[in-house]
């Protein structure tokens, strides 16, 4: 029988954290909670957490700060609580390798799709793949032991950034659309959220091009998508 997986949930304000502690457990997560991110980061590195869920705006290390420092040791997915208006905090998390975020207020459907959404992603990385890796001009993708070189140069990447290699190195010379893209590599739940692609482009842009501003595989298709081409 599987392992319901463990969510670290980190959050300073009680009624939230009760919020969304309760409605996993009813559907039989493993949740933990902190109130800043310095526990949080502290239980992180003691357990086991397959899912990190953390607001921005907190004491005593914000959500930022936590989330760079997670992602120094683990590639464990992180979904970040943001409020409106705080669009330069949602980039800069991305940037920082948050994989997904919620917009406070949430309600229960859209947590619960979030959560879903982003373990099942970590687990299309871990799945078996049917060909071994995937070759392009310089660029090997090893797809059973995940991970990526450009010219003989091993590049560190997150699961979601390099699932969506993967898919763009398996539609070489097609132009794909936005919403192509995200229902490919994010999942059927997800379809407008264009910010993930020009964040998570320009991420991989910065590890994959030999100059990021004049891109040589990566091109954008303006209106469209983008294609991955030589």
């Not at 086991?48 to 683990?74: C, F, K, W, Y």
């Not at 660029?139 to 993967?166: C, G, Q, S, W, Y």
């Not at 190195?169 to 995200?182: D, E």
Request: glycine share 6%; net charge negative; hydrophobic share 40%.
């Amino acid at each position: 029988m599987p392992t319901s997986p463990a969510v670290l949930v980190i959050d300073d304000e009680k009624s939230l954290r009760d919020f969304v502690r309760i409605n996993l457990e009813v559907r039989g997560y493993n949740v933990t909670v902190a109130s800043n991110g310095a526990d949080g980061l502290s239980i992180f590195q003691s357990q086991h957490i397959d899912l990190v869920i953390l607001d921005i705006m907190m004491p005593n290390m914000d959500g930022l700060e936590a989330t760079r420092r997670i992602r120094q040791i683990s590639v464990v997915p992180i979904i970040i609580l943001t409020a409106l208006g705080e669009e330069s905090d949602k980039v800069r998390a991305f940037d920082l390798g948050a994989d997904d975020y919620l917009t406070k207020p949430f309600g229960i459907g859209e947590l619960l799709s979030r959560v879903k959404a982003v373990l099942r992603r970590a687990r299309w990385s871990e799945a078996q793949p049917e060909q071994e890796s995937l070759s392009y001009r310089g660029i090997i993708a090893d797809l059973v032991r995940h991970k990526v070189t450009v010219d003989e140069k091993e590049i560190d990447l997150t699961p979601t950034e390099f699932n969506l290699l993967v898919y763009l190195m398996r539609n070489t010379g097609k132009t794909l659309s936005h919403r192509a893209i995200l229902q490919n590599v994010w999942g059927p739940e997800y379809g407008e959220e264009a910010e993930y692609l020009r964040v998570y482009m320009g991420k991989l842009r910065q590890k994959i091009e030999k100059d990021p501003l004049q891109p040589i595989y990566i091109q954008t298709e303006r209106g469209i998508g983008y294609r991955f081409e030589g």
